[in-house]
């Protein structure tokens, strides 16, 4: 897996471990953790020139701080002459090696893939919660794929992302950041949904273990229903980014997120979903112009893209609608907001909608001659697996669940 935006403060210590020969180690004694430091304050010290495409066309100086920098704008001797006199050239090469080691992908055959494959068949797929959409959608949200949930305002977009959090952790044992960009998540609302799928005993109860990358396990299974609600709630990490460059900042802090995890032996969770709710609003700010708008959006999709398929994370998007004329009969449409270039970067489209239906029927309490109901319905629109489908779907307690049917009033058949 390429992490060219990994931080060289993230490393592991493995990498500066044994850096320094036995010979130099006795005359300048340095632990693992002093040597990182020592040698990332001299890397961000340092700036490499690097020419960047503007009107003027000038060169700018940008400091070594991620793993991409050092690989691609500096050369073993540039390393040792920032890193004098900590390494020489054999430790720099040394350092080079074990960072590539680490950051860069080995060399797969077809046939390791396809084994690969088949041992994570079962783990594509991050079920919702929500019966009938799992079905629809063989499983689940896609795994190394973006999905989009999209729909008016109340549709109940942010309410399946939040089911989603609670099943992700009490029912896969997978951690979620919550990228809050309109800071309207409900923490009150997440906890009564972690509540609710508790009393009905939805969420699974069963002991779980989680395998550390240094072959450590540990046991991730809460004993009490107390403990299980609170570790459904400290697994999901919230960021507030508001604009599109804090956005794209976030998102890199996700993979330090990620990758830590995978190393770190606490009770905390892997991180397995990421949710963008909603990608609209930061998209809509601070853009001067279309075209501009446009490439931060396709930047921002690359991005999503990249970070499902090499983390193997499960990444929702929630985004609004917009309203078009038809060229046919000249009626209006819904369609997924922010444009064209938008549009075609998701792997899966939802579209949530709703419909309040007025029904001739009086109501006994207050006396009304109508009935005001509500009828929602969720159709993919998009998917290159599955093809256009329809589920119904109310909102309760527990979060979004399948709609139930009134029952069908039959009149008597009174015999002559």
């Given amino acids: 897996m390429a992490c060219a935006h990994r931080s060289l403060v993230r490393l592991p210590l493995d990498v500066y471990t044994g850096?320094?020969?036995?010979?130099?180690?006795?005359?300048?004694?340095?632990?693992?953790?002093?040597?990182?430091?020592?040698?990332?304050?001299?890397?961000?010290?340092?700036?490499?020139?690097?020419?960047?495409?503007n009107t003027r066309g000038n060169n700018y100086f940008e400091s070594v701080t991620t793993v991409g920098h050092l690989l691609t704008r500096t050369t073993p001797w540039t390393l040792l002459k920032i890193l004098d006199p900590l390494l020489t050239m054999e430790e720099v090469q040394l350092f080079l090696h074990r960072v590539a080691k680490v950051c860069c992908p080995p060399p797969q055959t077809a046939l390791e893939l396809l084994q690969q494959s088949q041992q994570h068949a079962n783990a594509k797929y991050l079920p919702t919660g929500w019966t009938a959409?799992?079905?629809?959608?063989?499983?689940?949200?896609?795994?190394?794929?973006?999905?989009?949930?999209?729909?008016?305002?109340?549709?109940?977009k942010t309410q399946l992302?939040?089911?989603?959090?609670?099943?992700?952790?009490?029912?896969?044992?997978?951690?979620?950041?919550?990228?809050?960009?309109?800071q309207k998540l409900s923490l009150t609302r997440l906890q009564e949904i972690v509540q609710h799928q508790h009393g009905n005993g939805q969420l699974r109860k069963r002991?779980?273990?989680?395998?550390?990358?240094?072959?450590?396990?540990?046991?991730?299974?809460?004993?009490?229903?107390?403990?299980?609600?609170?570790?459904?709630?400290?697994?999901?990490?919230?960021?507030s980014p508001t604009t599109m460059p804090d956005l794209m900042t976030a998102l890199l802090q996700i993979e330090e997120l990620v990758l830590d995890a995978q190393h770190d032996n606490s009770n905390k969770l892997p991180i397995g979903l990421v949710i963008v709710d909603s990608i609209a609003a930061p998209a809509?700010?601070?853009?001067?112009?279309?075209?501009?708008?446009?490439?931060?959006?396709f930047q921002c999709a690359q991005r999503l893209k990249q970070m499902a398929d090499q983390l193997q994370l499960a990444i929702?998007?929630?985004?609004?609608?917009?309203?078009?004329?038809?060229?046919?009969?000249?009626?209006?449409?819904?369609?997924?907001?922010?444009?064209?270039?938008?549009?075609?970067?998701?792997?899966?489209?939802?579209?949530?909608?709703?419909?309040?239906?007025?029904?001739?029927?009086?109501?006994?309490q207050s006396g009304s001659p109508f009935v005001r109901e509500t009828a929602r319905t969720a159709t993919i629109v998009?998917?290159?697996?599955?093809?256009?489908?329809?589920?119904?779907?109310?909102?309760?307690?527990?979060?979004?669940?399948?709609?139930?049917e009134p029952p069908v009033a039959r009149i008597p058949v009174v015999e002559p």
């Fill in 161 to 182: 992302a939040m089911q989603l959090c609670v099943t992700a952790a009490a029912r896969c044992g997978q951690g979620t950041v919550y990228l809050d960009t309109e």
């Fill in 207 to 239: 002991p779980r273990t989680h395998e550390y990358d240094d072959g450590t396990t540990t046991n991730m299974e809460p004993t009490t229903v107390a403990e299980q609600q609170q570790q459904v709630l400290d697994n999901v990490t919230v960021l």
């Fill in 284 to 297: 809509k700010r601070g853009a001067e112009s279309a075209p501009e708008r446009a490439a931060a959006l």
């Fill in 316 to 364: 929702l998007v929630v985004n609004q609608v917009a309203l078009e004329r038809s060229s046919f009969g000249g009626g209006v449409r819904v369609k997924a907001a922010l444009g064209t270039s938008w549009r075609h970067c998701v792997s899966t489209r939802i579209m949530m909608e709703q419909q309040q239906q007025l029904e001739a029927q009086p109501q006994q």
């Fill in 19 to 53: 850096l320094i020969s036995e010979e130099r180690s006795h005359d300048t004694p340095c632990s693992p953790e002093e040597l990182r430091r020592q040698m990332c304050a001299k890397l961000k010290k340092f700036a490499s020139p690097h020419y960047k495409n």
């Fill in 133 to 156: 959409l799992d079905n629809c959608l063989r499983g689940g949200i896609r795994i190394g794929s973006l999905t989009e949930f999209c729909g008016r305002a109340g549709a109940g």
């Fill in 382 to 404: 998009k998917s290159n697996l599955v093809g256009l489908q329809s589920v119904k779907y109310q909102i309760v307690g527990a979060g979004v669940v399948d709609a139930v």
